[in-house]
C-alpha cells in the first residue's frame, strides 16, 4: 500500500504564489512518476503536472504551463508544486498521484493510470 498525503493548500489571492506538497510512504517512491491534478466544484479532475522517477522529464497542462512547477525529492519522498500567478481559475481540490507502473511515463495525463491518491488539498484564489 502507498500513502499520499498533500499540504500547503489555503486561501490565496490572484496573482499570488503558493506551494503544495505530498509526503509519500509504503513504497519505493523514486521507482514512479508521481503526478497532481485538481477537480474544480462541478468538474471532473483534470491533469496540471507529472514528474517521471528521477525528475528528469517533467509535463504541465496546458492551463498551467509556465506557471506552475513539480519537483521532488526522492530522499524525502515528497513530491512538490508550487504555484506562481495564481488565477481564480486554479480554485479547486489539489491531488497528488503515484502513477500505477514502475519506470513508466505512459499516458501520464489520465487519471486512470494513477495507482494511489492522496485525500486531496482545497486551494482558492480569490479576485
Known amino acids: 500500500q502507498v500513502q499520499l498525503v498533500e499540504s500547503g493548500g489555503r486561501l490565496v489571492q490572484a496573482g499570488g504564489s503558493l506551494g503544495l506538497s505530498c509526503a509519500a510512504s509504503?513504497?519505493?517512491?523514486?521507482?514512479?512518476?508521481m503526478g497532481w491534478f485538481r477537480q474544480a466544484p462541478g468538474k471532473e479532475r483534470e491533469f496540471v503536472a507529472v514528474i517521471s522517477w528521477r525528475g528528469g522529464s517533467t509535463h504541465y497542462a496546458d492551463s498551467v504551463k509556465g506557471r506552475f512547477t513539480i519537483s521532488r525529492d526522492n530522499a524525502k519522498k515528497t513530491v512538490y508544486l508550487q504555484m506562481n500567478s495564481l488565477k481564480p481559475e486554479d480554485t479547486a481540490v489539489y491531488y497528488c498521484a503515484a502513477h500505477a507502473y514502475k519506470y513508466s511515463m505512459v499516458v501520464v495525463t489520465s487519471s486512470t493510470n494513477y495507482a494511489y491518491w492522496g485525500q486531496g488539498t482545497q486551494v482558492t484564489v480569490s479576485s
Open positions: 509504503g513504497r519505493t517512491f523514486d521507482a514512479y512518476a
